[in-house]
């Protein structure tokens, strides 16, 4: 053997040392597991995109009212059309864009319906109408609670039918982030307990509230215009009240051919027995 073959096969022999990886200063720290306690549990909290989110619906309307009021209040000179957008957002379950884009000639006060056809977004010019997201028209409700609204802004506006029915204080479109920046949203939100409440949450406001309310989903699929069912469904957040009465709701079903079967008489009972609750067998 020669003398290079033998210096080879003795390097190899002796332990190397460990070496250090490519840009690492020390060793890394074991992770960490957090312990899960009842209070992470009893929070109320979700994780969506690295932080922590409040379910961002808002109860009912009085807590709509709340929010609109205090936009306005925060808002340049108080001004009363930021108030307008947020109810009129919620109600009709629309996006902001297409709150933007409401002429006289879209209301219907006949039937009290919103022929929503049109949105504005951002150009490369500034900002623009067009289309409606998926070039999918639809015809929305408009409730009771806000008729009076949309009747004063009419008023304002003079009934042309080509006016723009929402507006910013000196009559430009709208958007969310001006929505945002006018009215200081982010610091009223925190303010009223909202942490994290977005524009685009009154879309899933107004839904939720449709869903409550017993509006089949296919119908919410209409109003939203939405094309896809499942995400519609995507935007329904049922709280704690809405969970407590399906149980009640279920309780009352399984119950009534048990009520029925001990205060009839036998006869009586075979008449208006209540139909047989049975399993399902899915195959």
């Known amino acids: 053997m020669d003398r290079r073959r033998a210096q080879h096969l003795l390097r190899q022999e002796q332990p190397r040392p460990a070496r250090a990886h490519h840009g690492a200063s020390r060793p890394r720290r074991p992770h960490r597991l957090q312990p899960i306690t009842h209070e992470r549990l009893a929070t109320p909290l979700q994780e969506s995109r690295g932080r922590t989110r409040r379910p961002p619906i808002p109860a009912d309307w009085d807590a709509l009212d709340e929010l609109a009021n205090a936009l306005v209040e925060r808002s340049h000179n108080h001004y009363r059309g930021w108030g307008d957008i947020v109810r009129f957002a919620a109600c009709t379950a629309a996006r902001i864009g297409e709150v933007s884009g409401v002429h006289v000639k879209d209301i219907n006060r006949f039937d009290w319906t919103w022929y929503l056809c049109r949105q504005t977004t951002t150009g490369p010019g500034g900002l623009i109408d067009k289309g409606t997201k998926g070039k999918r028209r639809r015809t929305v409700p408009i409730i009771e609670e806000i008729r ?136």
Do not use: C
């Not at 958007?175 to 009154?202: K, Q």
């Not at 899933?204 to 896809?228: E, M, N």
């Open 148 to 283: 009076d609204l949309v009747n004063w802004r009419m008023t304002v506006v003079g009934n042309d039918p080509m006016a723009r029915l929402f507006t910013g204080p000196r009559g430009g479109r709208i958007t969310t982030a001006i929505l945002r920046d006018a009215t200081h949203w982010d610091e009223v939100v925190v303010s009223l307990g909202y942490e994290y409440l977005r524009r685009h949450d009154l879309r899933h406001t107004g839904l939720t509230w449709f869903a409550d309310a017993s509006v089949p989903i296919h119908v919410l699929q209409k109003i939203a215009g939405h094309g896809h069912i499942t995400t519609t469904q995507q935007y329904l957040h049922p709280d704690k009240s809405s969970i407590q009465n399906a149980g009640r709701t279920l309780s009352r079903h399984l119950s009534a051919d048990r009520t029925t079967s001990q205060t009839a008489a036998p006869a009586q009972a075979a008449a208006t027995e209540a139909p047989a609750r049975h399993l399902r067998l899915v195959q």
